[in-house]
């Protein structure tokens, strides 16, 4: 089984400044690590995804993220925000094993708010 | 090519009666999930299907849940006897069953049951 835990529920950052959007997970077996992306009244969008290789991703709109497997953790990241980042971001894992789907395990959602 | 698409995307009910959710995933795509997300909370697993193979029911929350998926395409999620908990946004998505394939989402249908 799998969690994952979002520390953050809502992060207010101004305009042009970085952010981080935190995600820690739990599992007993290997797992690949994705963020989405939620704008509003839409569904979410693949904005990065872990397999393997190097731990730091990168993704559509500037974003990047670090797998650390010591701390179990893959944090989101990006150097300069625009207004137009205001969503929800989901973290979430799957089952690496070759018998399981692609079925993800989601985090709570962190709330970004774009202050101008 | 179209993505995910969900009908309807909103739907009012009385407590008590019975909807429908359909999806209509990517064609091609084999898998297919229908997740709740809740106000405030994250999203909540309620059922996969791949392929031909029997359905993961394993997150459907109570027997009053059902969903099928006829010819390997189109999925309906059944809901009876709604009750004023069962508010909240369904979201359907598929998917190759292509290990790590990405999950396409449609826009959810957001359910209110008065």
């Known amino acids: 089984a799998q969690s994952v835990t979002q520390l953050d529920s809502q992060v207010p950052v101004f305009e042009e400044a970085p952010v981080e959007l935190r995600c820690n997970y739990s599992?007993?077996?290997?797992?690949?690590l994705f963020w989405y992306v939620q704008y509003p009244n839409q569904g979410l969008q693949l904005l990065l995804k872990?397999?393997?290789?190097?731990?730091l991703v990168k993704g559509i709109n500037g974003f990047e993220a670090e797998f650390n497997k010591s701390q179990t953790s893959f944090h989101l990241r990006k150097p300069s925000v625009h207004i137009s980042d205001t969503a929800e971001y989901f973290c979430?894992?799957?089952?690496?094993?070759?018998?399981?789907?692609?079925?993800?395990?989601f985090g709570g959602g962190t709330r970004l708010m774009v202050k101008p | 090519g179209a993505g995910v698409s969900q009908s309807p995307s909103n739907k009012v009910t009385e407590k008590g009666k019975d909807v429908e959710l359909r999806c209509d995933p990517i064609?091609?795509?084999?898998?297919l999930y229908w997740y709740r997300q809740s106000l405030g909370q994250g999203l909540e697993f309620l059922i996969y299907?791949?392929?031909?193979?029997?359905?993961?029911k394993s997150g459907l929350p109570s027997d009053r849940f059902s969903a099928e998926r006829t010819g390997g395409s189109v999925s309906t999620l059944t809901i009876q006897r709604t009750q004023q908990e069962d508010s909240a946004v369904y979201l359907c998505?598929?998917?190759?069953?292509?290990?790590?394939?990405?999950?396409?989402f449609g826009n959810g249908t957001r359910l209110t049951v008065t």
């Open positions: 998505a598929s998917s190759f069953s292509v290990k790590n394939s990405p999950l396409h």
């Open positions: 599992s007993s077996v290997s797992v690949y």
């Open positions: 872990y397999l393997s290789g190097s731990t």
């Open positions: 979430a894992v799957s089952d690496r094993s070759t018998n399981a789907g692609n079925m993800l395990t």
């Open positions: 064609s091609g795509h084999t898998a």
């Open positions: 299907f791949q392929g031909n193979s029997a359905p993961d």
